[in-house]
């Protein structure tokens, strides 16, 4: 199966590749497209017809790329979520710390 190809504003050199069941939600509110991944990753997209372009994202045999200047795209933006790769561990000895600096105080 072929995924959609999208390609933000922002980096018109990468093309990121999303398989239509990793939406999460989407909304339509005027012009723009918002679609949360299950990452927690976000779409952005500003289209003459963002119905048109919900369409393609939530299709399973995607035609077109989505990216500014095709099928009416003015805009793509994408955020990607970034985990917080703080260890708990060292989270809890840090607030220990500073529990302990406060208790001598």
Same mark, same amino acid.
């Given at each position: 199966?072929?995924?959609? +190809?999208?390609?933000?504003?922002?980096?018109?050199? %990468?093309? &990121?590749? #999303?398989?239509? #069941?990793?939406? @999460?939600?989407?909304?339509?509110?005027?012009?723009?497209?918002? %679609?949360?991944?299950?990452?927690?990753?976000? =779409? !952005? %997209?500003?289209? *003459?017809?963002?119905?048109? !372009? @919900?369409?393609? +994202?939530?299709? &399973?045999?995607?035609?077109? $790329?989505?990216?500014?200047?095709? =099928?009416? *795209?003015?805009? %793509?933006?994408?955020?990607? &979520?970034? $985990?917080?790769?703080?260890?708990?561990?060292?989270?809890? +000895?840090?607030?220990?710390?500073?529990?302990?600096?406060?208790?001598?105080?």
């Amino acid at each position: 199966m072929r995924r959609l +190809v999208i390609i933000t504003d922002e980096e018109p050199e %990468v093309k &990121h590749l #999303w398989n239509s #069941w990793e939406v @999460a939600s989407g909304r339509i509110e005027g012009d723009v497209l918002t %679609v949360k991944m299950r990452n927690k990753s976000t =779409l !952005v %997209v500003e289209a *003459i017809d963002p119905q048109l !372009v @919900a369409d393609i +994202v939530l299709s &399973h045999d995607p035609t077109s $790329e989505i990216v500014k200047g095709k =099928l009416g *795209i003015k805009r %793509v933006a994408f955020t990607e &979520h970034v $985990e917080d790769k703080t260890d708990a561990k060292e989270q809890l +000895v840090k607030a220990l710390k500073a529990l302990l600096d406060e208790i001598e105080e």
